[in-house]
């Protein structure tokens, strides 16, 4: 699949990877959806959004405020891509998530279940929720070439998933989720010619990173074996592109974490 025949849909995608993420593919001539809680795309935001991103478009871009674990929400993102671009998408890309700190047994007592809960919703049925949506427009598409591709999809597990350091058990939990269903989604999906893949990345620039001072960013970085830095968000977003047009990679889960192996704190 060629990136100028794409239409994406991005979650998470006013920040961090998926902001990215649905940069680079408007840049090199696929249009996005981009999809992040209503809050995080007030009219003030999409303006920030298209003034810093030349790429964007009024035929390229559509803005969509919605929760991921919300049915109506996703199922009226898609049907509002459909009436802007007269096609059905055909790449979904997930991005968004949430994470919290808590240790399993700490001085305050027990983990709340209620966040552990909320950590999964969002991250795991939240991405099921736009998987199992997308997958079911992409269905419809005739296919791209001679292996009749309908569609790609993206998700974001993390290093977590493999390296959970202490107070992660909600947030590795949920990234292992990821790693587990990727297979078997690419295998329920196949028949319908429709790839899976997931990426694992390591210490990353996003906001959850950016508000750190300098030093402690620095110091992040070093722990990186090659290169020793933070990663650019970019370089997500270069990956994800590659499996878009790559019609090999299914079914695999890529860590993009400059060989990191993360110590328990």
Do not use: W
Request: net charge neutral.
């Amino acid at each position: 699949m060629n990136i100028n025949s794409v239409v994406a849909l991005v979650t998470g995608a006013a920040s961090g990877l998926g902001r990215a993420t649905a940069a680079r593919i408007a840049r090199n001539g696929g249009r996005v959806v981009v999809v992040d809680l209503p809050g995080a795309l007030t009219e003030e935001k999409k303006q920030t959004l298209l003034d810093s991103h030349p790429e964007y478009n009024g035929d390229n871009v559509l803005f969509v405020g919605a929760d991921v674990t919300n049915e109506a929400d996703v199922t009226a993102a898609l049907d509002s891509a459909e009436k802007k671009f007269s096609t059905n998408v055909n790449v979904a890309v997930n991005c968004a998530g949430i994470a919290i700190a808590s240790k399993t047994l700490s001085k305050k007592g027990a983990h709340s279940l209620d966040s552990f809960t909320q950590v999964l919703n969002v991250n795991v049925a939240g991405s099921f929720n736009i998987i199992r949506l997308c997958a079911e427009r992409m269905a419809l598409s005739d296919g791209f070439g001679e292996d009749k591709n309908r569609g790609v999809i993206v998700n974001t597990a993390s290093v977590a998933a493999y390296d959970g350091q202490i107070g992660q058990a909600a947030y590795a939990a949920s990234k292992g989720a990821i790693v587990g269903m990727t297979l078997p989604i690419a295998r329920d999906l196949a028949p319908n010619g429709i790839r899976v893949c997931s990426i694992a990345p390591g210490l990353f620039l996003t906001p959850m990173l950016e508000g750190l001072p300098e030093t402690v960013k620095n110091h992040l970085g070093s722990q990186v074996p090659y290169p020793s830095r933070l990663g650019n968000p970019d370089e997500y977003a270069q990956l994800v592109e590659h499996i878009v047009v790559n019609p090999m990679l299914n079914g695999e889960v890529i860590r993009l974490d400059g060989a990191i192996r993360m110590p328990p704190k």
